[in-house]
């Protein structure tokens, strides 16, 4: 049986999904009903856990020329991005609805320059009985959101529209799993 709160009234449920449930279709947080609910995970071991993803933002040449030499009259670009990439991790369960809010233990964050685009790669590691590739997804796409927003005066054209600008190409490199014994 769980517990459950629904307009301030309680009352005790066991068709709640949890971690080992899944429906018909293969969702675990929905029920039969096709109530969307939170998967319980409660009984799951803790395990050691790593997720990493990645993603671009094509910027003009000009752009990235500036970025390199500290030109952007905002400030520090990829120092800003990794500080919004950083909280976006911490704080993706209260952004993603269905995201258990979990202990972060680590995050990395890369940053690399091409020619006509930057590349930022997001590890997040965890101890708890879910993943983390929702922390480093959301990592990823607020990372190049604040790059965006550091260069969008050097990016707009004439009518103030961004042609040569876009976020692409995001996903998850790598999941990983350690049991803890």
């Known amino acids: ?4 709160r629904h307009c301030g009234v309680s009352t ?3 068709d709640r999904p949890n971690a080992t449930d899944s ?5 675990t947080h929905t029920t039969d009903d096709g109530d969307v609910q939170m998967v319980d995970v409660g009984d799951k ?3 050691k856990r790593r997720a990493v993803a990645a ?20 400030g520090d670009v990829l120092a ?3 500080v919004g990439a950083i909280q976006a991790v911490k704080h993706t369960w209260e952004t993603i609805p269905m995201c258990h809010q979990i202990p972060i233990t680590n995050v990395d964050t890369e940053f690399s320059l091409a020619d006509d685009h930057v590349e930022l790669e997001v590890a997040v590691e965890t101890t708890g009985k879910t993943g983390c590739e929702m922390e480093a997804l ?14 969008k005066a050097v990016e707009k054209d004439d009518e103030g529209q961004y042609p040569a600008t876009g976020i692409e190409n995001v996903r998850v ?3 990983e799993k350690h049991r803890e014994d």
């Open 23 to 27: 429906t018909a279709d293969g969702l």
């Open 173 to 175: 490199l790598a999941k």
């Open 55 to 74: 993603g671009e933002i094509r910027l003009q040449s000009s752009t990235i020329e500036a970025i390199r030499e500290d030109g952007i009259g905002k």
């Open 138 to 151: 959301e990592g990823v796409t607020t990372g190049l959101n604040v790059v965006w927003d550091m260069v």
């Open 1 to 4: 049986m769980k517990f459950l």
């Open 45 to 47: 071991p803790d395990s």
């Open 12 to 14: 005790m449920r066991d």
């Open 80 to 82: 800003t991005a990794r």
